[in-house]
């Protein structure tokens, strides 16, 4: 049976390389045997800050429902109400993880052309998990929230992405990036807890000091694989590892949950460009490559992200890239050589 895939364009550039990246799934999709011969069944939904300035809700309860009874989500962007938006949809689909390679691609201008990395960041928890303060004029505080359960379940899960080989080739293994000599209470468990998943699993695990991490990434990212991290933590190393492969436009990820998963770009809304069709679709359809694998078509998405390295490393290539292409060019150029 056909898959149902819950499309959630947004604000912004997502209206236009959302649909970009439907047009590589439906390629992906006629290309393949493995595919159900009707495709994808797409279901569209509303979210962000249009839907609120008409509705009064940034996140309306059918698009919520919809998310979470999916086998998969694709999101766009959202601007101003991203927040509210993204972090019940992440709730919706029940992710606990979010997966964010950064990898430099040829003929992309990146500050590191060696850059392979892919992190694995954990998602409900540390000091996202919205326990902040105001107990006076002065004092304002932050409780920092981590468990034995999410810490192990980030850490099974790491487990078992490298025993697919779904890490980057030059690394076996993983390394946890930390800060447990000082957060000894809260790092110390995530810490000690990973390592014991990895050490029970027999995985390859080694460990750094997260502001060791961000100096030595830059310095050599070939030292780096697969990066298991909490969530601040992760959510700024893959942003510096983003600065090190050359472009938002080209970084995708995942939030993924037991049964259910949510893909989006790591880009936002890009107001300075949306509506010119001019946005890169890259990030998007290699979040589409992303569901591929999720739904258990390996190769389809890896035939995704062989077109995409096609079309970076010999054009067309949109103007953040130096080129002068349309969005549609470029997904075209994608399209044919699915
Ligand atoms: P938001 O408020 O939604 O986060 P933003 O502009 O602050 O929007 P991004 O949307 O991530 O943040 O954009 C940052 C910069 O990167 C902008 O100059 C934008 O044009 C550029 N950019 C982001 N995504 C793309 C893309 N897919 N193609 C081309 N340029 C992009």
Redesign the pocket.
């Known amino acids: 049976m056909a898959e149902e895939i819950v499309v959630i364009e947004g ?3 997502g209206g236009e ?1 959302v649909p970009a990246a439907i047009d590589v799934l439906d390629a992906a999709a006629a290309s393949s045997d493995a595919i159900d011969a009707d495709g994808f069944t797409y279901t569209y939904a509303a979210a962000g800050d249009a839907v609120e300035a008409e509705t009064g809700e940034a996140l309306p309860a059918e698009t919520y429902e919809a998310a979470a009874n999916a086998d998969a989500t694709l999101f766009g ?4 109400t ?1 927040a509210d938006v993204i972090l019940p949809l992440r709730d919706a689909v029940g992710s606990f993880v979010n997966v964010r390679p950064a990898k430099a691609y040829p003929g992309v201008d990146a500050v590191r052309p060696e850059t392979d990395v892919v992190f694995l960041r954990e998602n409900t928890e540390g000091v996202y998990s919205g326990h902040e303060d105001r107990l006076s004029e002065d004092l304002s505080t932050l409780t920092r929230v981590v468990t034995s359960s999410a810490s192990r379940e980030l850490a099974e899960f790491a487990c078992e992405f490298v025993a697919d080989g779904r890490g980057p080739d030059h690394r076996d293994g993983f390394t946890v990036a930390h800060k447990a000599n000082v957060m000894r209470e809260t790092d110390g468990r995530f810490r000690e807890e990973v390592l014991s998943v990895a050490e029970e699993h027999g995985v390859d695990a080694d460990e750094e000091l997260m502001d060791a991490f961000a100096t030595k990434l830059p310095l050599d990212p070939t030292q780096y694989g697969v990066v298991v991290c909490g969530n601040l933590a992760g959510d700024v190393l893959s942003d510096l590892a983003a600065g090190l492969v050359g ?4 970084l995708p990820s995942a939030n993924i949950g037991h049964d259910n998963a949510l893909f989006e ?10 509506g010119e069709g ?7 359809i290699l979040s589409a490559a992303m569901l591929l694998e999720y739904l258990g078509y390996v190769d389809e998405g890896q035939g995704v992200r062989d077109a995409v390295e096609g079309v970076l490393r010999d054009g067309p290539r ?3 890239l130096g080129g002068s292409a349309t ?1 549609s060019e470029v997904t075209a150029a994608i399209v044919e050589r699915l």
């Open positions: 604000d912004g550039i390389v962007a959202a601007g101003e991203a472009g938002l436009g080209l770009p790591v880009h936002g809304t890009a107001p300075d460009i949306a001019v946005a890169n679709p890259t990030a998007a949109t103007g953040d969005t």
